[in-house]
């Protein structure tokens, strides 16, 4: 019986002569072109010296600033506003809290904000928020958040005002809202 060249080379593969050889060389073949694709999509991807961020054009929206304009408006001399303040700028966690509790609340607090913080002028000490609630509060996630910050104004022992979103603000009428949350004795 004859066998033909490629015959015998199967066979010396089978019988282990040749094949751990072939498989290196094989696995490298298979790394240099995997590495080879990789090289060239990162080539091809652009490199910049763009900043990744750049600034908005403006951090209020326009019912925001129409409403900031009333309240500056309404609020006492010694008062000033801070528009959209983290609670974490505010609050702090209580003593006694074990290490992953305070984590855990430190993170509930840290990435929202108060629409407003009302301030004494003198040591900017909060005295109360200010959340102006437009139809986005009606949403369920929205309601569950409210709940949560009107929860931590309240162990904070700070006020916290909710104002409905409107075309126009009485600032009278704003001011007479904001008498019911000022604490009593603080200077006009």
Partial sequence: MTITPFV??????SRGGLFPVFAVVA???ILVVIGKRVFQARAETPVTDKPAFLARKTILS?????????????????????????????????????????????NR??????????VRRNDLAPI????????SHEAEDRIERDAFVND????GGVPVLHIQAQAAYSVDALR?????????????
């Fill in 128 to 135: 109360a928020g200010v959340e102006l609630d437009d139809r």
């Fill in 109 to 118: 607090i840290n990435q929202k904000h108060v629409d407003f913080l009302l």
């Fill in 8 to 13: 015998e080379a199967l066979a010396a593969f």
């Fill in 176 to 188: 007479d809202e904001l008498v019911a949350v000022l604490p009593v004795g603080t200077p006009k």
């Fill in 62 to 106: 326009p019912a925001e600033r129409s409403f900031l304009g009333a309240l500056e408006a309404a609020v006492p001399e010694h008062v000033r506003v801070f528009p959209k303040v983290r609670l974490g700028d505010v609050f702090v966690t209580r003593p006694g809290l074990s290490r992953p509790e305070r984590a855990s609340a430190w």
């Fill in 27 to 29: 696995a490298l073949v």
């Fill in 152 to 155: 931590v104004f309240r162990a």
